[in-house]
């Protein structure tokens, strides 16, 4: 009936990187995620990690 | 250095949320609200898919049982004193983010529109078939009806969203005429309204066939928290 529409019944990683990435409360100064096992620590950041196109899409430079 | 998740309604000491290969989820109590926190093993923060699922599953885990205010991933603090005071500086924006939230959840909505392959909808003319006038008119002629395409699917985004706003109590959507998505939404609706809410997307589906649409969710309300503070 409706064959235009899905229904996730797996959310993808898009997804949820999507949300827990970009949305949620923010905490200044306290943002520590670590790359090839090398732990970065990032102060007085609020954006560290988002799409590259939703960065140009705000308008805010790139770091 | 502790990891947090989430802040919760929740004020009772000490309550541990077990989840297998996590270390022990604790809720650090403040008043009426309380932080969630886990201690941090070697690579719980890298950017592993496993590492997003696993913070995803925590963020579930929670909603089932509080109402969430999600902490964007890998936030961390130096202790339990730390969170104490994050709950204290930021007390009344959490409490009242959590009542606004009580009992709702997010559901994301996105409503793509099919590309024709035959390139119907944008077809590049060969510069080598035209010359002179003829190509920059053909060109200019291409353009506006790409611009009219992106204009109309811009209004049917947007058209589609009031729809879904009227049935939802917020939303948060992105409308891109330009876009192969030209709508991602996010609409916060009751936790017990769920099944109508998708059931109103599947019958506005009928009314646009050309257009696919993808229905996510419940979530906790990620799109529909945005605090900052230090």
Redesign the interface.
């Known amino acids: 009936?409706?064959?235009?529409?899905?229904?996730?019944k797996r959310?993808t990683?898009a997804?949820?990187?999507d949300?827990?990435?970009?949305?949620?409360?923010?905490?200044?100064?306290?943002?520590?995620?670590?790359?090839?096992?090398v732990?970065l620590i990032y102060i007085g950041l609020?954006l560290?990690?988002c799409a590259a196109d939703k960065l140009y899409e705000s308008g805010e430079d790139l770091v | 250095?502790i990891c947090?998740y989430?802040?919760v309604n929740n004020n009772r000491n000490c309550e541990f949320i077990e989840l297998p290969g996590r270390n022990a989820i604790r809720i650090v109590p403040r008043g009426e609200i309380g932080g969630v926190v886990s201690e941090i093993s070697p690579?719980d923060?890298?950017?592993r898919?496993n590492n997003?699922?696993k913070?995803?599953e925590v963020?579930l885990k929670l909603s089932e049982y509080y109402t969430v205010?999600?902490?964007?991933?890998?936030?961390?603090?130096r202790d339990t004193e730390a969170v104490r005071e994050?709950l204290s500086c930021n007390y009344e924006r959490f409490v009242t983010a959590i009542n606004n939230l009580k009992g709702k959840v997010e559901i994301?909505v996105k409503v793509m529109r099919y590309i024709k392959e035959s390139g119907e909808e944008y077809c590049p003319v060969q510069k080598s078939e035209l010359t002179g006038k003829a190509y920059i008119m053909s060109r200019l002629q291409q353009k506006r009806k790409k611009s009219i395409q992106q204009n109309d699917a811009g209004n049917l985004g947007a058209e589609i969203n009031s729809i879904l706003n009227r049935e939802s109590e917020r939303s948060n959507p992105v409308i891109r005429g330009d876009k192969k998505i030209i709508l991602n939404g996010a609409y916060l609706v009751n936790a017990g309204h769920v099944d109508y809410f998708?059931k109103c997307?599947?019958e506005i589906?009928?009314r646009?066939?050309d257009?696919?649409?993808?229905?996510?969710?419940p979530?906790p309300p990620?799109?529909f928290?945005s605090?900052?503070?230090?």
Not at chain 1, 24 to 36: F, H, R, T, Y
Not at chain 2, 69 to 76: D, E, S
């Open positions: 009936m409706y064959e235009n529409v899905s229904e996730l959310v990683l997804e949820v990187l949300r827990i990435l970009d949305k949620g409360v923010v905490v200044k100064g306290d943002l520590v995620i670590s790359v090839a096992d732990d609020q560290v990690i | 250095m947090v989430g802040i690579g923060l890298e950017m898919e997003f699922w913070y995803h963020l205010l999600p902490v964007r991933f890998g936030t961390t603090l994050l994301g998708k997307v599947k589906a009928l646009y066939p257009l696919k649409f993808l229905i996510s969710g979530w990620y799109n928290v605090i900052k503070c230090s």
